[in-house]
């Protein structure tokens, strides 16, 4: 297996991020995905808002401006508005993925301790990509869970489900998941 560079490697992990968000959210009704657990909890909606606009400010013009940009309401990433589609949402979080990876993908390991600012902070390369890192994992985990709650019984597990790691670990190659009828 040829050797992976730190750029690559934070590629793959952040599209298995979003392949993990976009089958969660794709498994919940319109209504769920608007739906709030409890009073003080995060929607998926509002979680696909805060990252979609975080996920713009943070990788446009990354190497060259602030990622922390002038014109982001962070806090309205918190409130739903009545323009506010699941369309919508999900096209700006489609775009700031996209804006993510463009931004990623011309990099080489030799960018990694050029410095770059958030909110005047500077950074390395590699602080702020490891800082997005674990932001987005962090919300990636609370869109799965939040979706699982409501998907219940119908959830499709998107990774090894209960009860079948032995099978997994046996030839993880060739394992499939079962699909639910």
């Known amino acids: 297996m040829p050797k992976e560079s730190y750029i690559q490697t934070s590629i793959r992990e952040f599209k298995r991020m979003k392949r993990l968000a976009d089958g969660a959210f794709a498994q919940v009704t319109p209504e769920q995905f608007f739906a709030m657990p409890s009073e003080h909890d995060n929607s998926i909606a509002v979680i696909v808002k805060h990252v979609g606009g975080n996920l713009l400010s943070r990788w446009t013009d990354f190497l060259t401006t602030d990622g922390e940009k002038s014109g982001r309401n962070r806090d309205s990433e918190f409130e739903i508005a009545l323009a506010d589609t699941q369309q ?3 096209e700006q979080w489609e775009s700031g993925w996209a804006v993510l990876f463009s931004a990623l993908e011309p990099l080489a390991d030799g960018d990694l301790e050029r410095t770059v600012t958030i ?3 500077p950074l390395s390369v590699l602080l702020a ?3 997005q890192l674990t932001h987005y994992s962090y919300h990636v985990g609370q869109i799965v869970y939040v979706a699982k ?3 219940a019984s119908s959830w499709r597990s998107m990774s090894i489900p209960r009860g079948k ?3 997994y670990n046996a ?3 060739k394992y499939v998941e079962p699909t639910r009828n």
Do not use: D, T
């Open 88 to 90: 919508i949402l999900i």
């Open 165 to 167: 790691s032995a099978q």
């Open 119 to 121: 909110r005047g902070e």
């Open 149 to 151: 709650h409501y998907a």
């Open 171 to 173: 030839n993880p190659a």
């Open 129 to 131: 990509i490891n800082r």
